[in-house]
């Protein structure tokens, strides 16, 4: 008998319900419950994000819109009065009047498309060719990213028997899934015999920045605040004579290595990162997947990029996360403003399409609580390898999404964390200058002060300190009507004491001698002084 494992009934996607219940449920019913669960939450930050853009795939395939912002208040609304006096087919207009319309399409399209969701399918498997066999095939664990991830992450104990390890039906679809929105760069020793021999993995969209989604009260708020317009001309330009699909709706993948233009958003969304086969076997009266077909495929035309709606960009590239830069100090990213006073001439920079899109919506009178969900990883392409991925979770104030007081507010308080950052290094340097210096003719060596005053590690401090109190000041101007004086004056308070917390952590590292005492006497007043020229005369006071 040939395996079998359909996605739309099987459970395998993980969720979380209000209460913290973990659920494990089946496309459809993902959908369907949606309006009941907290969100969707798999085993790793990068899974989460990937399992996010397969169901906004799915509700964009459904709906083959929403085209305008119009009719995404149609459907945060459950009312149509935007929608009055369009003459839209009937079933159509009927997908904007009510969720739940909306969701009973949703099982109609899934209905009707209920075999390609097939893991194992003999003709059109899931996300992967049917006809790809290599001689040499590769084990699960190449394509699932939380298993491959270095000893430190410290996921597993004991550590799992990878050369061994049969992954479930349901694990090995989570694996798929994340793979091909995440598939890294780096050499391809496998030769794919339908597309000859290539050299190398292309890395797909996602790893190359950090996905911005926005989140609401449930699942289902969550994904529509994500649903932002999409037509022939949006987010992803339509490619002229080729039909914009999902990688199911698709007959045949024509194109072979090298690069191509998406045919639109959602093969965007759906793009083969990898040719993929997994291997089904039975043990024990069930399915499962040991070894895995795969080699790499074509690569997203770069241009491509800039109408991805969850990327943030820093200058020309998209925003990424790093293991040692705290997501806060980009905020300017997020909320459209520069930070960095070398390149204030530049004025303000554009906030990720998805937060333009809600503000879009919000002028429409959609409110509701807001937050931000930012997924990202800091990779090594070359070696295929994650060396972290992170999940952060900030405030949206509504007042952020306006260019007004808002986000001068949420700039003046980056700005200060950034100056008094580097005002605590100045200080640093002075302790160390000062201390190497006693006791001996001339000035220290400048390596040598560079040397001891990283070796405290106080600044590896300082910035993760601050952290809480900045989702604390963004809670703060979440309020309806916000006291942006008395949350700047917190923030500023909160950086204060981070700064002194992080100098004290290297004074002490120097000892209790004279020598210390005095380098330490040196770098207090020099810090003292920075702060006191940075914080304004509420905070002084």
């Known amino acids: 008998m040939h395996p079998s494992f359909n996605l739309v009934d099987e459970p395998w996607i993980p969720c979380l319900t209000p209460e913290g219940q973990a659920v494990t449920l089946g496309l459809r019913d993902v959908l369907r419950r949606s309006a009941e669960l907290a969100e969707v939450r798999a085993p790793s930050p990068l899974g989460t994000a990937a399992l996010i853009r397969l169901l906004l795939a799915v509700l964009h395939a459904t709906l083959r819109g929403p085209r305008d912002t119009a009719e995404r208040a149609c459907l945060w609304r459950g009312v149509c009065r935007p929608c009055q006096g369009r003459r839209d087919t009937a079933e159509r207009a009927c997908l904007w009047r009510d969720p739940r319309a909306l969701l009973d399409a949703v099982d109609g399209y899934l209905a009707k498309w209920r075999d390609r969701f097939d893991l194992f399918h003999p003709e059109y498997p899931f996300w992967q060719e ?101 037509t022939e001309r949006v987010p992803i330009p339509a490619t002229a004579g080729r039909p914009d699909a999902p990688i199911w709706e698709r007959d045949s993948l024509p194109w072979g290595p090298g690069e191509r233009a998406p045919d639109g958003y ?102 509701t609580h807001w937050g931000l969900l930012v997924v990202g990883a800091d990779a090594e392409r070359r070696k295929q390898q994650v060396h972290m991925w992170r999940a952060e979770s900030l405030p949206l104030p509504r007042a952020v999404l306006e260019e007004g007081d808002a986000v001068q507010e949420v700039a003046r ?14 200080a640093l340097q002075k302790m160390a200058r000062q201390y190497l210096s006693l006791g001996r003719e001339g000035a220290p060596n400048g390596d040598d002060v560079t040397r001891l005053a990283r070796s405290w590690n106080a600044e590896a401090q300082y910035w993760p300190a601050l952290e809480s109190p900045f989702r604390r000041f963004l809670a703060d101007l979440c309020a309806p009507s916000p006291d942006f004086d008395a949350a700047l004056l917190g923030w500023q308070a909160a950086v204060r004491r981070a700064a002194w917390a992080a100098y004290d952590t290297a004074a002490r590292q120097l000892g ?10 040196h770098g207090e007043r020099l810090l003292g002084d920075y702060l006191h020229w940075h914080l304004p005369a509420k905070e002084k006071a």
Not at 413 to 426: I, K, M
Not at 512 to 521: G, K, L, Q, S, T
Request: glycine letters at 8%.
């Open 130 to 230: 049917a006809a790809l066999r290599l001689e040499k095939p590769r084990r699960i664990t190449f394509i699932a990213l939380e298993l491959s991830a270095p000893e430190e992450f410290g996921l597993f104990d004991p550590p799992i028997d990878k050369a061994a390890h049969a992954a479930s039906a349901a694990d090995a679809a989570r694996y798929l899934v994340t793979r091909q929105s995440y598939t890294l760069g780096g050499l391809d020793r496998a030769q794919n015999r339908p597309y000859g021999m290539q050299r190398r993995f292309e890395s797909s969209p996602p790893v190359l920045g950090a996905l911005v989604f926005v989140t609401g009260r449930n699942l289902l708020k969550t994904l529509l605040l994500n649903l932002v317009p999409y």
């Open 266 to 367: 959602l093969d965007y969304l759906t793009w083969p990162s990898s040719a993929i086969r997994l291997e089904p076997e039975w043990e024990g009266g069930r399915v499962v997947v040991r070894t895995v077909h795969i080699c790499a495929r074509n690569k997203v035309w770069p241009g491509a990029l800039a109408g991805d709606p969850f990327f943030a960009w820093r200058d020309t590239q998209p925003l990424a996360l790093r293991r040692s830069r705290a997501l806060w100090r980009d905020s300017g990213a997020l909320f459209g403003f520069v930070s960095d006073e070398r390149v204030r001439r530049q004025g303000q920079v554009p906030k990720p399409p998805v937060l333009r899109e809600l503000a879009a919506l919000a002028s429409r009178g959609v409110a």
């Open 413 to 426: 308080a980056v700005q200060l964390g950034e100056a008094v950052g580097g005002s605590l290094g100045s």
């Open 512 to 521: 209790e001698d004279a020598a210390a005492f005095r380098a330490r006497i």
